[in-house]
């Protein structure tokens, strides 16, 4: 910065301090970072869809289905190595870095977390990764209020509002759901509730959603053509499914820490690259559901889809076609916990969110089917698929309100939101009982030392 602009800058700075209120300049600053954070949101997407094709078309020109177990391999050390000798910085786990961040007061982030968690996503997911993208762009968006809350040289406290708002606003844009991205930061976060945090936050989701809304071609990633009304009549049926979405948070974060375990465990970086990836990769030539977010078999099965968690020709031959569906939603859900936790901890850039959601998913469509199989009475597998996936999140994020609003914002299903909040409940009640703390702030985490 040459003299006469340092002069303006600093000229600048002190005709804000004395003409414009902190709570004033918070709440431009927030919207600003609202709207960089839906368009980042936006950009991520985009990144994920065009390699998600370009290697879904490598694959299918040489007709070789078992390529899809090499490509996994490949994305998650192109993403390792990006981190540790171009990136030169780590930005996986981005939601567990910034809850470890917020507590130690560290509000000043590298401007490296903003271009590199969007381009690690990019690579993990587009190549296979089963996990989300929403840890790596609220990562980004707690960037940009931070670098933004930087130059404008804002108090600690105010810096503390930014990235949360960024944080949140990240979230809202991904999913297009500004309540849950404004919970995630209030629930997830904690972030200080006070009256200046909590109009910055909803500001800034508010601004990211509508921006990610409109850049898309005013589209929901969970495209629902019409669920159709809920029978209340099968509300007594969100009990024991609570109960079911409860006991599997257990069990899918119990595989998912094993899994973790494993790889933290494993000394040589390109050891813990390879083994990852071909575990993601199996999995993957199993269940090819498990692909990347999962999201299109979400509006699958929500629109009445019910073959999309299918699986390849080997389990069909064990199976039959009778038992396919049941077998294959047992087998992603058996396998789904590990898969994203390989994806987040064996070199990815990736988020835990999205794997919850799509979890929720199989394990509604599955309970409602095995309801059927068992002749007690007929559930719409759309419905309790859809409600499902509150439960699971809530039970395994350990975030109930967020998870409750985000999946009814996701599909527009305001109608579900009281079955939503019965599962959602009982399954965070189940989980709380044994784990008596969210998922983030549960478990111990290294800081930012590269991989």
Not at 48 to 68: E, F, Y
Not at 304 to 310: C, I
């Amino acid at each position: 910065m040459d003299k006469p602009s340092h002069t303006r800058y600093a000229r600048f700075i002190k005709w804000r301090e004395m003409h414009i209120t902190d709570t004033g300049f918070i709440l431009v600053l927030a919207l600003i970072t609202g709207i960089l954070a839906g368009v980042s949101a936006w950009l991520l997407k985009l990144l994920i869809a065009s390699i998600t094709s370009l290697t879904r078309h490598g694959i299918d020109a040489v007709n070789a289905d078992w390529l899809i177990i090499i490509v996994p391999i490949v994305g998650i050390a192109l993403t390792a190595l990006f981190s540790r000798y171009i990136l030169r910085d780590r930005v996986d786990n981005g939601v567990a870095r910034m809850v470890s961040d917020l507590k130690a007061k560290k509000y000043k982030l590298s401007a490296r977390v903003i271009y590199g968690s969007l381009i690690g996503s990019a690579l993990t997911l587009g190549t296979g990764g089963t996990a989300g993208s929403e840890g790596p762009i609220a990562y980004t968006g707690a960037g940009i209020g931070s670098k933004l809350g930087e130059l404008f040289r804002v108090n600690q406290r105010m810096m503390m509002v930014l990235l949360g708002c960024g944080a949140a606003a990240g979230i809202a844009g991904i999913f297009k759901a500004p309540i849950g991205g404004a919970l995630f930061a209030l629930e997830v976060l904690r972030i200080e509730f006070t009256t200046v945090a909590v109009l910055g936050i909803f500001l800034a989701t508010l601004a990211a959603s509508l921006v990610a809304y409109v850049l898309s071609g005013c589209t929901l990633d969970i495209n629902v053509i019409s669920p159709g009304p809920y029978d209340v009549h099968t509300l007594a049926w969100c009990v024991p499914l609570g109960i079911v979405c409860g006991l599997y948070s257990l069990y899918y974060t119990g595989t998912g820490a094993l899994m973790k375990k494993w790889l933290t465990g494993e000394r040589h970086a390109w050891l813990k690259w390879i083994s990852s990836g071909l575990a993601i990769g199996v999995m993957i030539y199993l269940f090819p559901a498990m692909y990347g977010e999962g999201y299109g078999t979400i509006t699958d099965v929500i629109n009445g889809n019910f073959s999309a968690p299918d699986s390849n020709d080997i389990l069909r031959h064990w199976s039959g076609d009778a038992w396919m569906l049941p077998v294959a939603c047992a087998g992603i859900l058996m396998l789904k916990g590990a898969g994203s936790s390989a994806t987040n901890n064996g070199g990815g850039v990736a988020g835990d969110f999205a794997p919850t959601l799509f979890a929720g998913c199989i394990l509604g469509l599955l309970f409602a089917v095995m309801i059927k199989i068992a002749g007690w009475t007929d559930l719409s597998p759309a419905h309790y698929a859809l409600i499902a996936m509150a439960g699971s999140m809530a039970g395994i994020i350990r975030a109930p309100l967020m998870a409750i609003f985000l999946t009814t914002e996701m599909v527009g299903g305001v109608e579900f939101l009281l079955p939503a909040t019965i599962v959602a409940l009982i399954s965070y009640s189940i989980v709380m009982i044994c784990k008596r703390n969210t998922f983030y702030h549960s478990q111990p985490f290294i800081s930012s030392s590269v991989q």
